[in-house]
C-alpha cells in the first residue's frame, strides 16, 4: 500500500470536495453529493465515481441514485471499476443521455517527491501561444484553455509539450503528448516534468489522470513523481471503449493478439 503523507491527504480530499461538494454518508465507505439537472449543464459533471482509501465518494443526479446504489452494493470494486462496470453504469445513465468513461487512474504529487527531467530544452508558452503554435490533433491530450504550455521545439516544431488546465479548487491538470512520428527519448517525461515544477512553483496541486491502457503516459508520471491515489469513472456525452493497450514490456519482447479476430468488438461505431 502506497504511504500517503497527512498533507497529500489534505490535499486529495480537498480535490475531492471540489468535485463532490456536500458530501453526505449514506453508510458505511459510500458518500454521496447529490444534484439535479438545474445544477449541471455538462455531461462530465452528471455523473463521478472515485474510490479513495476504500471509500467511495460519488457526485451523481438524483435520478440515478437508487439504481446506481443497487448496483454498487451488489458488485465488486474490481468489477465496478472495469469495463464490466462502464457497461453496467451507462445501462442506467442511458435515459438520460449520458454515459460513462472509464476506468481512470487518478496521480497527485508533492513538491518534496518531484523529479525533475532535464533532458531537452524546454520553452514555456502563454495560452495564446498554445493556441496558434500547437496542432491540437497531434497534441490531443493536451489543452486549448489552457493557464501554460511547456513545449519542446526541433527546427521551430513543436515535438513534445505539456500544457496545465485550470479544473478549479487550487488544482491543474497536466495534459501531455509527444508527437508520435519522431522517435527520441525523454520528450514526454521532460515537458510533463516541467509543467508540475512551474505549479508548484507558483503554488498550484498538479494532477493527472491515465487510462490503465495508457502504458507510456502511464511510466511517464511516475517517472516524475506522481503517486496512484484513486479510481474514478466519469460522465461522458457518447458511450465510448478504450483502445487496445499501448507500449510494450521492452523493445525486444514481441507483441501478440492473444484472440483471433472474431473477438474484435463489431459493434463499435467508426468515428
Known sequence: MLEISKQLDKTINNWINHHAPNLENIENGIYISEFDDSNSDKRA???????????????????????????????????????????????ITHDYGYYVWGPTWELFAEEKDWIDINLHEVEILSGDEIKDQLDFKIFWHNYVDCVKGFVIKNNNKIIAAATLLDIGGGFVEIGVDADQSISIA??????????????????????????????????????????????????????????QTLGYPRKDIKIYDYYPEWAFNKDITKI
Not at 491502457?213 to 506522481?226: A, F, H, V, Y
Request: glycine share 8%.
Open 45 to 91: 459533471s452528471k455523473i463521478w465515481i472515485f474510490e479513495y482509501n476504500n471509500s467511495l465518494y460519488l457526485s451523481l443526479n438524483k435520478n440515478v441514485k437508487e439504481d446506481l446504489l443497487k448496483l454498487i452494493k451488489k458488485t465488486p470494486r474490481d468489477f465496478l471499476f472495469s469495463d464490466y462496470g462502464k457497461y453496467e453504469i451507462s445501462k
Open 186 to 243: 525523454g520528450l514526454g517525461s521532460t515537458v510533463y516534468s516541467a509543467a508540475g515544477r512551474w505549479a508548484f512553483e507558483n503554488d498550484i496541486y498538479p494532477y493527472s489522470a491515465v487510462g490503465p491502457w495508457n502504458i507510456p503516459s502511464t511510466r511517464t508520471q511516475l517517472k516524475c513523481g506522481m503517486k496512484y491515489i484513486g479510481i474514478d469513472m466519469s460522465g461522458i456525452d457518447k458511450f465510448s471503449l478504450s483502445p
